[in-house]
């Protein structure tokens, strides 16, 4: 087997900012940064509806830009408006997926997608390069199987192109139990029948059942962001068994008992404002930082929203999380966040609406917000990463480049929960 050594280059995370008139939106007052309960609306269905329908759209305008942010970040946005995400692409705005399958996009000097032996797979993790490319088995696949693409759909190289049916070979054949298979499972779920099943490179023989398993017997606390993930793909893989009209058994079954025991503990942990814990599953806790609470509660939520049955989604919990992460996304609109924690915030808020209110929500019936300015800033060493007010659109911003900006080198971020 031919190994090859990728040599790190210096990293660039941006932070993505909206620019929005203060007449546009209704402003909520925020409480520095408490708890404040009963100021996020979970009592009034119509103010509840138009606050969850306010935080959507607004945080759909944050946009991020082709050849400038990252595949990771880019595919974090694809996770939470699927099709519909929109990357800035110089005076123009395009569908990421569009662009991503047409522009053999290339970033840090990598292509966004290689051949390989068995297919074709999005570029994978590099050391030094955190939040850059996937960051985990399969990562690329499942974040872009909210755009259900099918298996025939093809992605442009410089030497012809491969489709989505190449990335399932690949991670078909990759997988292991080495790795981290989270990802694994919630790509090949989405795409194969329930009882699958197929050898890998190493000759063993796995299958969708196989994969559920692995995901049962394998923790949830520690997990990347709080377990929250691995808890979603067992969710979604249990929702695929019950359409077949198939009872749950065996490693369904187990994975069905550990999505409701954690929907449980979820609502245990649950902070008096409606945010979920800080240190997720592990104990209770609430952050002062705004960019840690998107990251719980946005990924609590998202498992929440997708786990509940629908007849449950309306408990004043449920909507109490929702309410108060659709406040903090309003209050906090023109504050820079970190793609992923928002993402998958918009995520949550996008699914719940979804599986709430099944029929869409016409743009026009929403109240109009203002066009935001581009501002992006890049992270510049000794530079505090506190949130600062997003200039006005008449102030200078920083020029943002690959690898440096006129202040210095461009460092990157200490890795999150990915």
Not at 30 to 35: D, H, R, V
Not at 97 to 124: E, M, Y
Not at 281 to 303: C, I, K, P, V
Request: glycine share 6%; charged share 20%.
């Amino acid at each position: 087997m031919k190994i090859v050594r990728l040599f790190g280059v210096p990293s660039l995370v941006l932070l993505v900012t909206l620019s929005v008139s203060a007449q546009d939106l209704p402003s909520v007052p925020y409480n520095n940064g408490q708890p404040a309960p009963g100021i996020a609306v979970v009592d009034d269905s119509a103010r509840f509806d138009e606050q969850l329908d306010v935080a959507i759209e607004a945080t759909s305008r944050r946009y991020l830009t082709a050849n400038v942010h990252t595949p990771w970040q880019i595919f974090h946005g694809i996770l939470a408006k699927g099709k519909d995400f929109e990357l800035k692409l110089g005076d123009d705005r395009v569908s990421a997926i569009d662009w991503i399958s047409t522009s053999n996009p290339q970033h840090a000097g990598r292509p966004w997608i290689l051949k390989t032996q068995h297919g074709a797979t999005f570029h994978p993790y590099v050391r030094g390069l955190e939040m850059v490319f996937q960051g985990h088995p399969a990562q690329g696949l499942a974040l872009i199987t909210p755009c259900n693409l099918p298996p025939e759909h093809e992605f442009k190289l410089g030497n012809g192109s491969v489709t989505i049916a190449d990335m399932i070979q690949h991670v078909m054949m990759e997988v292991n139990s080495q790795e981290e298979t989270t990802w694994v499972l919630w790509s090949l779920n989405h795409y194969l029948k329930t009882d699958a099943s197929w050898v890998n490179k190493f000759n063993q023989r796995w299958s969708i059942e196989s994969l559920v398993r692995n995901e049962v017997t394998s923790r949830v606390e520690g997990a990347a962001c709080g377990g929250n993930h691995r808890l979603y793909a067992l969710t979604k893989s249990r929702d695929k068994l019950l359409a077949t009209g198939q009872p749950l058994r065996g490693a369904w079954y187990e994975a069905d008992q550990r999505v409701n025991r954690y929907l449980q503990t979820a609502q245990m942990l649950q902070n008096s404002d409606g945010s979920f814990s800080s240190s997720f599953y592990a104990s209770g806790g609430y952050s002062q930082d705004l960019n840690t609470r998107l990251n719980t509660t946005g990924h609590t939520l998202e498992f929440v929203a997708t786990a509940l049955p629908e007849q449950r989604l309306k408990e004043l919990w449920v909507r109490k999380a929702v309410a108060v992460l659709a406040k903090e996304l309003i209050d906090h609109r023109r504050s820079p966040s970190e793609p992923g924690p928002l993402y998958h915030s918009l995520n949550a808020l996008v699914t719940y609406r979804q599986r709430t209110r099944p029929v869409s929500v016409a743009a026009a019936e929403l109240p109009a917000i203002a066009q935001p300015a581009t501002t992006l800033k890049p992270v510049i060493p000794g530079e505090s990463t506190s949130l600062k007010p997003v200039p006005s659109p008449a102030e200078t911003l920083p020029l943002i480049v690959p690898t440096q900006s006129s202040e210095g080198p461009v460092s990157a971020l200490a890795p999150l929960n990915r």
